[in-house]
């Protein structure tokens, strides 16, 4: 398929933008010496392109989206019906505040349900991400140790389950990482924990149930030691989905903790955004909280509220299902993996047979030993039964992991037609697995050397001068 720039006519146009009513005074110094190289296209030729660019790529409304700690559910239609409404939509990030009381108010009631499920006091809606919350949350962390002198504590401590986003965010907010192991069980290891407490504890970070969908029975346990320590605990909300309305992070004695909206809270995501990525925080901290107010605040880590409307819609969700209706959405996570789970298990072995909650690890490591079938070639051979691969590789401590998550939006039929999707694949991989290596067969693009495409990254279309 042609880039949009490759489809380019010198010279045509739509004229779908109404004239320019306002005076440009711009001075002459940051304007440019010569004219952009916009695609110029007629409208249909747009329209067209975007809509094959949008049927190339697979969405949960195109078919099952099992993507373990994605958490892929159904967008309601009715959000984005509200979302588009006029007096949400036209509004700048200049405008005088009290020409936008209603939009201030829609803020300010999603904070208030969100500390409500979560069991904190405070919450910032600043961060545009889950990892943008988790790196406010670690500066919080860091602003209220140095505010008490205590210097010294540096170190996050992180289990070899957690997603590749908490170390990352701990070392940029400046924190060294320490590794602790899992138990047999999935669940944070007690007596390696106890090992690395120390009077250079900042704090843990876990997210609970964990990246194996395992609910860690110990929690109230574990938070304990790292207080007790000195330690803050930071949860990091991703898995929410599992436990809404059921258990929450502050009862479970976190003190910090980020949601990400475009997951739990069935607003769209994937693409890179905008998603949304509250940062919440028990009353102790909430000084410190980006543009809280106080002095001590972490201060701005956006510069606008640019993803309001993901806000909105995730406040129009919460409006809709309402209290009852959050609970639901954490039991029917649960049952549809428990329901698939026991299912495949016969078939493929989990990783754990711990129970889990809304997601489980199955390990391909016996097929791939048995047959030459990789987690990568089952993957592969999913895309051509019109469904997303299940993640891949992931937890990192899963040998041949395919990490799946169904969500409560998908009925019982969609399961069950993978759940046999599964079973034909094992067998087809046991008696021809050339089938399997040469999947996909039946997607726009077969297999990408994606070697090539690490080390021969082509980011930009380069424009013949
Ligand atoms: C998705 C996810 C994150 C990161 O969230 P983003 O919004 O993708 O930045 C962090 N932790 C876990 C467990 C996740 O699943």
Same mark, same amino acid.
Request: with cysteine.
């Given at each position: 398929?042609?880039?949009?720039?490759?489809?380019?006519?010198?010279?045509?146009?739509?004229?779908?933008?109404?004239?320019?009513?306002?005076?440009?005074?711009?001075?002459?110094?940051?304007?440019?010496?010569?004219?952009?190289?916009?695609?110029?296209?007629?409208?249909?030729?747009?329209?067209?392109?975007?809509?094959?660019?949008?049927?190339?790529?697979?969405? /949960?409304?195109?078919?099952? $989206?099992?993507?373990?700690?994605?958490?892929?559910? $159904?967008?309601?239609?009715?959000?984005?019906?509200?979302?588009?409404?006029?007096?949400?939509?036209?509004?700048?990030?200049?405008?005088?505040?009290?020409?936008?009381?209603?939009?201030?108010?829609?803020?300010?009631?999603?904070?208030?349900?969100?500390?409500?499920?979560?069991?904190?006091?405070?919450?910032?809606?600043?961060?545009?991400?889950?990892?943008?919350?988790?790196?406010?949350?670690?500066?919080?962390?860091?602003?209220?140790?140095?505010?008490?002198?205590?210097?010294?504590?540096?170190?996050?401590?992180?289990?070899?389950?957690?997603?590749?986003?908490?170390?990352?965010?701990? %070392?940029?907010?400046?924190?060294?990482?320490?590794?602790?192991?899992?138990?047999?069980?999935?669940?944070?290891?007690? /007596?390696?924990?106890?090992?690395?407490?120390?009077?250079?504890?900042?704090?843990?970070?876990?997210?609970?149930?964990?990246?194996?969908?395992?609910?860690?029975?110990?929690? +109230?346990?574990?938070?304990?030691? /790292?207080?007790?320590?000195?330690?803050?605990? $930071?949860?990091?909300?991703?898995?929410?989905?599992?436990?809404?309305?059921?258990?929450?992070?502050?009862?479970?004695?976190?003190?910090?903790?980020?949601?990400? +909206?475009?997951?739990?809270?069935?607003?769209?995501?994937?693409?890179?955004?905008?998603?949304?990525?509250?940062?919440?925080?028990?009353?102790?901290?909430?000084?410190?909280?980006?543009?809280?107010?106080?002095?001590?605040?972490?201060?701005?880590?956006?510069?606008?509220?640019?993803?309001? +409307?993901?806000?909105?819609?995730?406040?129009? $969700?919460?409006?809709?299902?309402?209290?009852?209706?959050?609970?639901?959405?954490?039991?029917?996570? %649960? +049952?549809?993996?428990?329901?698939?789970?026991?299912?495949?298990?016969?078939? #493929?072995?989990?990783?754990?047979?711990?129970?889990?909650?809304?997601?489980?690890?199955?390990?391909?490591?016996?097929?791939?030993?048995?047959?030459?079938?990789?987690?990568?070639?089952?993957?592969?051979?999913?895309?051509?039964?019109?469904?997303?691969?299940?993640?891949?590789?992931?937890?990192?401590?899963?040998?041949?992991? #395919?990490?799946?998550?169904?969500?409560?939006?998908?009925?019982?039929?969609?399961?069950?037609?993978?759940?046999?999707?599964?079973?034909?694949?094992?067998?087809?991989?046991?008696?021809?697995?050339?089938?399997?290596?040469?999947?996909?067969?039946?997607?726009? /693009?077969?297999?990408?050397?994606? %070697?090539?495409?690490?080390?021969?990254?082509?980011?930009?279309?380069?424009?013949?001068?």
């Amino acid at each position: 398929m042609n880039l949009i720039f490759e489809k380019s006519v010198e010279g045509r146009k739509t004229s779908i933008l109404p004239a320019c009513d306002v005076e440009i005074c711009l001075p002459a110094s940051p304007k440019r010496e010569s004219l952009a190289k916009l695609p110029e296209l007629g409208e249909i030729d747009i329209e067209r392109h975007y809509t094959k660019l949008a049927q190339r790529a697979h969405g /949960v409304n195109s078919g099952f $989206y099992p993507l373990g700690s994605c958490t892929m559910k $159904y967008n309601p239609k009715i959000s984005e019906k509200i979302a588009s409404l006029d007096c949400f939509n036209d509004i700048h990030p200049l405008q005088p505040e009290k020409t936008v009381k209603g939009c201030k108010r829609v803020l300010e009631n999603a904070k208030e349900y969100l500390c409500e499920i979560t069991g904190m006091d405070a919450m910032s809606l600043q961060p545009a991400a889950g990892a943008h919350g988790e790196l406010a949350g670690m500066l919080v962390i860091k602003a209220y140790h140095l505010d008490k002198g205590d210097k010294l504590r540096n170190e996050i401590i992180i289990p070899d389950s957690a997603h590749g986003t908490n170390p990352a965010s701990a %070392v940029m907010a400046g924190f060294e990482i320490v590794n602790i192991k899992s138990d047999k069980n999935g669940m944070v290891d007690i /007596v390696d924990l106890k090992e690395h407490l120390s009077e250079k504890t900042a704090g843990l970070m876990l997210t609970n149930p964990n990246t194996l969908g395992i609910f860690d029975e110990n929690i +109230l346990k574990i938070t304990k030691m /790292v207080h007790e320590a000195g330690g803050l605990c $930071y949860y990091d909300g991703a898995n929410l989905n599992a436990i809404m309305g059921i258990a929450r992070p502050g009862d479970m004695g976190f003190d910090v903790t980020h949601l990400n +909206l475009h997951k739990t809270f069935s607003t769209p995501h994937g693409g890179g955004g905008p998603g949304s990525g509250p940062c919440g925080c028990k009353a102790f901290l909430k000084d410190y909280l980006p543009m809280s107010g106080d002095n001590r605040s972490i201060g701005r880590v956006m510069g606008f509220y640019g993803n309001f +409307l993901v806000i909105l819609k995730a406040l129009i $969700y919460m409006m809709i299902i309402g209290a009852d209706g959050i609970k639901d959405v954490g039991e029917n996570a %649960v +049952l549809n993996a428990n329901y698939m789970k026991f299912k495949l298990k016969d078939i #493929l072995p989990v990783a754990y047979d711990t129970p889990s909650m809304h997601e489980f690890v199955l390990s391909l490591e016996e097929l791939k030993e048995k047959t030459g079938v990789s987690a990568l070639d089952f993957s592969k051979a999913l895309l051509d039964h019109g469904m997303h691969p299940p993640t891949m590789y992931f937890p990192l401590i899963v040998h041949e992991a #395919l990490m799946i998550e169904p969500t409560e939006t998908e009925s019982k039929e969609t399961i069950d037609e993978a759940i046999k999707t599964f079973k034909e694949l094992v067998s087809i991989a046991e008696k021809t697995p050339e089938i399997i290596f040469n999947s996909p067969i039946t997607t726009p /693009v077969g297999r990408l050397d994606e %070697v090539l495409a690490a080390r021969k990254a082509i980011l930009r279309h380069e424009f013949e001068s």
